[in-house]
């Protein structure tokens, strides 16, 4: 029993050391910089529209979700790893999708804004569900596991 626990122990230790070394790499690309940078004004602005938003704090909401669309808008033309590292003819297609997809997602930023500034907070959580969504899809679609 003790040899076999040692066979098992051993094998499992060169198996894990033959897997890839998992870690955030794509916090260290120039996509996720950006993506990094976006990511505390957006938690920051979904924490204080989840609660009832303060119409004295519509300064602050707009300053953030202007943060945000700076960061999404240098974000449409850098290519995620996963197309840029592709065969020109799917590369070509897939970065066109994700640039259209980015720019949808800077128009719902936008619009965002717009309606911070009319205090309209019911409709700028709406859009922020919205934009919530279009991440969760391209993370899913454009980003590597």
Known sequence: MNSSFKLVSLLTLAFAISLPTIH????HTPLGEQMSALNKP???LSRALKKTPDPAM???????????????EKSVDILPSMIANMETEAGAKHAADYKKSMQETVTSI??????????D???AKV???EINQQKKSGHFI???D
């Not at 519509?58 to 999404?72: F, G, H, R, T």
């Open 24 to 27: 955030a790499d794509d916090d």
């Open 42 to 44: 957006y938690r920051s």
């Open 58 to 72: 519509k300064d602050q909401y707009v300053e953030w979700a202007e943060s945000i669309l700076i960061y999404a």
């Open 110 to 119: 936008e619009g965002l804004i717009e309606t911070l500034k009319a205090e």
């Open 121 to 123: 907070f019911a409709q």
């Open 127 to 129: 859009i922020l569900d």
């Open 142 to 144: 454009y980003q590597e």
